[in-house]
Antibody, heavy 117, light 106 residues
């Protein structure tokens, strides 16, 4: 069965960096676009970034453009999110999600990132 | 930037029909998809491509879209359907969620 397991969250000071990982299994990872979606405490879902199946294209929400980088290693079935220059408003649960056509059919359980001094 | 607008809350009694709307200028050209999120859990897909239902989702969940509005309908809402519901669509290659609607069934 499809599994997506995020890791790498934690508490980080403003201005610092963090890298999230999402380990995928149960499907052909190299055939699927992958996304990051986040949810601030008590708030709604916010789309963050997408990477195409082969890594050839990447798109970002305006709120993270220039600070976050999405990448993938198809040989390791792993998705990444490099987060630089972190701000308090980046505090959220970060989910990775598998793309099916133009929607997400599977989500991970999320990893919490807290940006605080 | 592109926006999808949902009502913050909808309330129905058990057995009644709940309707949650999602409006957006691009919806005549783009699909709407719907996610259910219960407290402390990851979202779950309940409707995709405006009106298709994953096999594991109960038949009481249905979707439709007309013009700039998509609608999620729960016919005969159950207490276990209490959750936050989000519509999702795309604008160019970027994703966008509606603000979410809290469904109360009591």
């Amino acid at each position: 069965q499809v599994q997506l397991v995020e890791s790498g969250g934690g508490v980080v000071q403003p201005g610092r960096s963090l890298r999230l990982s999402c380990a995928a299994s149960g499907f052909t990872f190299s055939n699927c676009g992958m996304h990051w979606v986040r949810q601030a405490p008590g708030k709604g879902l916010e789309w963050v970034a997408v990477i195409w199946f082969d890594g050839s294209n990447k798109y970002y929400a305006d709120s993270v453009k220039g600070r976050f980088t999405i990448s993938r290693d198809n040989s390791k079935n792993t998705l990444y999110l490099q987060m630089n220059s972190l701000r308090a408003e980046d505090t959220a649960v970060y989910y990775c999600a598998k793309e099916e056509l133009v929607y997400f059919d599977y989500w991970g359980q999320g990893t919490l990132v807290t940006v605080s001094s | 930037s592109y926006e999808l607008t949902q009502p913050p809350s909808v309330s129905v009694s058990p057995g009644q029909t709940a309707r949650i709307t999602c409006s957006g200028d691009a919806l005549p050209k783009k699909y709407a998809h719907w996610y259910q999120q219960k407290s402390g859990q990851a979202p779950v897909l309940v409707i995709y491509e405006d009106s298709k239902r994953p096999s594991e989702i109960p038949e009481r969940f249905s979707g439709s879209s007309s013009g700039t509005m998509a609608t999620l309908t729960i016919s005969g809402a159950q207490v276990e359907d209490e959750a936050d519901y989000y519509c999702y669509s795309t604008d160019s290659s970027e994703g966008v969620f509606g603000g979410g609607t809290t469904l109360t069934v009591l």
